[in-house]
């Protein structure tokens, strides 16, 4: 799960890319980069961090030109503390290409290799958005054969490129003197949206907050599988790449990743998350009855819209209970389990007031680690709740993500291998309950306007909550070679990341 962005505009871009990132920074923490091209030669500035401590002014100003990307960083393989695994990744042939990568690649591994035997090609780093990258540029040259560049061999390589890479993947890409491409993967599990702008700057980003907070009209969703190229004009150029597109958007993006004011797929994010609330309000029901619950806490923030639902729905007080420092980074995304520890309370600090002598619900968007519930529902105690009760807008989070999410190893699943009564007393509230697979679904689909014209949802990919992959070539030996990739290990320097900023309001 990260951030990306592109331009094509007929003014300077770097200030424009810096601030679509600043609304794409809950998407990654850990670092950021922007290339802008003129006159075919790229400028690049990438480093660890958040976008407003690696942008300043000196380096703004080194980047030139009307056309570039950027990312913002949350890794899930390589290592997270090498600065060289920041994007944008570049390859000088053909032409000049510069990448951006949202996603994981399930099958990185093989095609590292078949890069090495077959295509001729050096991967420096253990990012599989490396690989990707030159697996693209490998497939722009063969579509080439050294003759100009036309939209349509953009299109074969792109065709080329979904034969060859398994997993999630949106893309943007940079080709010097000729534009900006973006593409997503046949199943369209990680989200890109395409918008436009008064003076005709053409956007490509992860999410329609960034095209909206940036000036720009939303047009469309890139469809899965398809390809889109904006050339240095302005001109838009678009051709469905794949045999068999089907939209199976990521659930995980509606429950917690996304910005509740972004569209994604379609799916009013901010809507999902009230619908997920609704249908919350039944499974208390049958757990607790609302006579024995006096107020009703989310943990903020991607909770909040669940939680005003479930208290109208059950007629109970809904209050603020936590104060949160907004300073901290996200915890979920934080790599080393003990800064993820040591971050929690520092990152929300309770108004004892609206817990002293009270039965509280607790709302959370889901629970992945149980780490910070557990120490949530302390703090709770702490304050002089007589019962902490606990619920999740999601199901129990059991199985490993393979396509981006940083949660593949199942021994860090609170949930995994464990009833609903062992979470509880491992978490340590009075009743946990849990929103359930189906009606998860359910409410996340019935967001879904059904507009003519837009691509409808096959279905989500919902893996870590039902262990179905929807690329449906997942096993156990993909998993476990996943896990050695995985950059969840403790930074050898046990630095706290915590120090970083979030400036947008929406994190959780």
Same mark, same amino acid.
């Given at each position: 799960?990260?951030?990306?962005?592109?331009?094509?505009?007929?003014?300077?871009?770097?200030? $424009?890319?810096?601030?679509?990132?600043?609304?794409?920074?809950?998407?990654?923490?850990?670092?950021?980069?922007?290339?802008?091209?003129?006159?075919?030669?790229?400028?690049?500035?990438?480093?660890?961090? @958040?976008?407003? !401590?690696?942008?300043? %002014?000196?380096? @703004?100003?080194?980047?030139?030109?009307?056309?570039?990307?950027?990312?913002?960083?949350?890794?899930?393989?390589?290592?997270?503390?090498?600065?060289?695994?920041?994007?944008?990744? *570049?390859?000088?042939?053909?032409?000049?290409?510069?990448?951006?990568?949202?996603?994981?690649?399930?099958?990185?591994?093989?095609?590292?290799?078949?890069?090495?035997?077959? !295509?001729?090609?050096?991967?420096?780093?253990?990012?599989?958005?490396?690989?990707?990258?030159?697996?693209?540029?490998?497939?722009?040259?063969?579509?080439?054969?050294?003759?100009?560049?036309?939209?349509?061999?953009?299109?074969?390589?792109?065709?080329?490129?979904?034969?060859?890479?398994?997993?999630?993947?949106?893309?943007?890409?940079?080709?010097?003197?000729?534009?900006?491409?973006?593409?997503?993967?046949?199943?369209?599990?990680?989200?890109?949206?395409?918008?436009?702008?008064?003076?005709?700057?053409?956007?490509?980003?992860?999410?329609?907050?960034?095209?909206?907070? %940036?000036? &720009?009209?939303?047009?469309? &969703?890139?469809?899965?599988?398809?390809?889109?190229? =904006?050339?240095?004009?302005?001109?838009? &150029?678009?051709?469905?790449?794949?045999?068999?597109?089907?939209?199976?958007?990521?659930?995980?993006?509606?429950? *917690?990743?996304?910005?509740?004011?972004?569209?994604?797929?379609?799916?009013?994010?901010?809507? +999902?998350?009230?619908?997920?609330?609704?249908?919350?309000?039944?499974?208390?029901?049958?757990?607790?009855?609302?006579?024995?619950?006096?107020?009703? =806490?989310?943990?903020?923030?991607?909770?909040?819209?669940?939680?005003?639902? $479930?208290?109208?729905?059950?007629?109970?007080?809904?209050?603020?209970?936590?104060?949160?420092?907004?300073?901290?980074?996200?915890?979920?995304?934080?790599?080393?389990?003990?800064?993820?520890?040591?971050?929690?309370?520092?990152?929300?600090?309770?108004?004892?007031?609206?817990?002293? !002598?009270?039965?509280? $619900?607790?709302?959370?968007?889901?629970?992945?680690?149980?780490?910070?519930?557990?120490?949530?529902?302390? /703090?709770?105690? !702490?304050?002089?709740?007589?019962?902490?009760? $606990?619920?999740?807008? +999601?199901?129990?989070?059991?199985?490993?993500?393979?396509?981006?999410?940083? @949660?593949?190893?199942?021994?860090?699943?609170?949930?995994?291998?464990? %009833?609903?009564?062992?979470?509880?007393?491992?978490?340590?509230?009075?009743?946990?309950?849990?929103?359930?697979?189906?009606?998860?679904?359910?409410?996340? /689909?019935?967001?879904?306007?059904?507009?003519?014209?837009?691509?409808?949802?096959?279905?989500?990919?919902?893996?870590?909550?039902?262990?179905?992959?929807?690329?449906? #070539?997942?096993?156990?030996?993909?998993?476990?070679?996943?896990?050695?990739?995985?950059?969840?290990?403790? #930074?050898?320097?046990?630095?706290?990341?915590?120090?970083?900023?979030?400036?947008?309001?929406?994190?959780?």
């Amino acid at each position: 799960m990260c951030g990306i962005v592109g331009v094509v505009s007929s003014a300077p871009v770097n200030q $424009l890319i810096y601030d679509a990132l600043l609304l794409l920074q809950h998407r990654g923490q850990d670092a950021a980069g922007i290339v802008t091209q003129q006159e075919r030669k790229f400028f690049m500035h990438k480093a660890k961090g @958040m976008v407003r !401590d690696v942008f300043r %002014t000196r380096n @703004m100003r080194a980047l030139p030109g009307s056309a570039g990307l950027g990312q913002v960083r949350y890794p899930t393989a390589g290592n997270a503390y090498s600065e060289e695994e920041a994007q944008p990744f *570049y390859v000088n042939a053909p032409f000049g290409i510069v990448l951006v990568h949202n996603g994981n690649l399930t099958n990185a591994h093989a095609l590292k290799a078949e890069l090495f035997s077959t !295509d001729h090609r050096h991967i420096n780093t253990e990012s599989d958005s490396e690989v990707l990258l030159n697996v693209f540029a490998h497939e722009l040259e063969r579509s080439t054969r050294g003759v100009p560049l036309q939209p349509e061999d953009v299109f074969t390589a792109v065709r080329n490129v979904h034969r060859r890479v398994r997993g999630s993947y949106a893309v943007i890409a940079l080709i010097a003197g000729h534009g900006v491409l973006a593409f997503r993967d046949p199943y369209g599990i990680r989200p890109l949206s395409l918008g436009r702008g008064k003076d005709g700057t053409v956007m490509v980003a992860s999410e329609s907050v960034a095209l909206e907070g %940036t000036g &720009h009209a939303f047009e469309r &969703h890139v469809a899965p599988g398809e390809a889109v190229f =904006i050339d240095l004009e302005g001109r838009l &150029h678009a051709r469905q790449c794949a045999q068999e597109p089907r939209l199976n958007p990521c659930i995980f993006e509606y429950i *917690y990743l996304a910005r509740p004011d972004s569209v994604l797929d379609g799916i009013s994010v901010y809507q +999902a998350r009230l619908n997920l609330g609704e249908t919350l309000a039944k499974r208390v029901v049958s757990t607790v009855p609302p006579s024995e619950i006096d107020v009703i =806490i989310p943990i903020p923030e991607s909770s909040r819209p669940s939680a005003t639902q $479930l208290a109208h729905l059950l007629g109970v007080p809904y209050r603020e209970g936590f104060v949160k420092n907004r300073y901290v980074g996200r915890t979920f995304i934080m790599p080393g389990q003990s800064v993820r520890k040591k971050s929690v309370r520092q990152k929300l600090n309770v108004i004892a007031s609206e817990f002293k !002598d009270r039965n509280v $619900l607790l709302v959370d968007d889901s629970i992945v680690r149980g780490t910070t519930s557990r120490e949530i529902v302390q /703090m709770a105690r !702490d304050a002089g709740a007589r019962k902490v009760y $606990l619920a999740s807008a +999601a199901p129990p989070v059991r199985f490993p993500n393979v396509y981006g999410i940083d @949660m593949p190893t199942a021994g860090e699943l609170v949930a995994y291998g464990r %009833t609903v009564e062992e979470v509880r007393q491992i978490i340590g509230c009075d009743a946990l309950i849990y929103q359930d697979v189906e009606g998860m679904k359910r409410a996340v /689909m019935k967001a879904a306007p059904g507009a003519a014209g837009a691509v409808p949802i096959s279905g989500f990919d919902a893996s870590c909550f039902d262990g179905v992959y929807v690329t449906g #070539d997942i096993n156990p030996d993909d998993i476990a070679r996943i896990n050695e990739a995985r950059i969840g290990q403790e #930074d050898p320097l046990d630095e706290d990341t915590s120090r970083l900023a979030l400036p947008n309001a929406q994190d959780a």
